[in-house]
């Protein structure tokens, strides 16, 4: 199986300052058909997740451009500008190339 | 907007089975794959299952594997997870995911196995 490891597990951001959270996975997450599925998700607190970021860098409909997602490979980053109070909660990345899907343990992200 | 209505979810003994069910709306289930995740109390999130358009074509976690079945009903929009041989490490919520790449979530349904 792919494994995918997020760092930092834990992540106190300032209102206004950026943050940046790395996900890692253990195998090239290029496909066959050319694509990186690479997704980062958000879950607040008593809430469903909810998809940010598909494909590394593109946003979800309705998500604010202070989401970004970059990266290639095995090494991809999602970078919130501008942290807002309703950021706070805790993202996952997960691999959609390979089977079975797999998530990042998640982080934590705590506004400070 | 997406709608992904769930129910199902109980406290069930070890060894029991329990069937959970999503009623899809506002968009067309038929040409959608979809999934269950799930997510163990204070835990992470962990793809459980995912049946394509083709019911024939279905995925599943080892963890889940010979005991859970994911089916779905195009005419009434609805996907099914039945659950069967339940153990204490299947108590999470699950959820009901659509798309391949798991692009919109419903509510999630708690199930709790224990005696």
């Known amino acids: 199986d792919v494994v995918m490891t997020q760092s930092p597990l834990s992540l106190p951001v300032t209102l206004g300052q950026s943050a940046s959270i790395s996900c890692r996975s253990s195998?090239?997450?290029?496909?066959?058909?050319?694509?990186?599925?690479l997704h980062w998700f958000q879950q607040r607190p008593g809430q469903s997740p909810r998809r940010l970021i598909y494909?590394?860098?593109d946003r979800d409909f309705g998500v604010p451009d202070r989401f970004s997602g970059s990266g290639s490979g095995t090494d991809f980053t999602l970078k919130i500008s501008r942290v807002e109070a309703e950021d706070a909660g805790i993202y996952y990345c997960?691999?959609?190339?390979?089977?079975?899907?797999?998530f990042g343990q998640g982080t934590k992200v705590e506004i400070k | 907007e997406v709608q992904l209505l769930q129910s199902g979810g109980d406290l069930v003994q070890p060894g029991g089975s329990l069937r959970l069910s999503c009623a899809a709306s506002?968009?067309?289930?038929?040409?959608?794959?979809m999934a269950w995740v799930r997510q163990a109390p204070g835990k992470g999130l962990e793809w459980v299952s995912t049946?394509?358009?083709?019911?024939?074509?279905?995925f599943y976690a080892d963890s889940v594997k010979g005991r859970f079945t994911v089916s779905r009903d195009n005419s009434k929009n609805t996907l099914s997870l039945q659950m069967n041989s339940l153990r204490a490490e299947d108590t999470a919520i699950y959820y009901c995911?659509?798309?391949?790449?798991?692009?919109?979530w419903g509510q999630g349904t708690l199930v709790t196995v224990s005696s």
């Open positions: 995911v659509k798309g391949w790449q798991m692009e919109s």
């Open positions: 506002q968009f067309t289930f038929s040409i959608y794959a």
């Open positions: 049946i394509g358009t083709d019911i024939r074509e279905t």
């Open positions: 195998q090239s997450l290029v496909h066959s058909d050319g694509s990186t599925y």
């Open positions: 494909r590394v860098a």
């Open positions: 997960v691999q959609g190339t390979y089977w079975p899907r797999t």
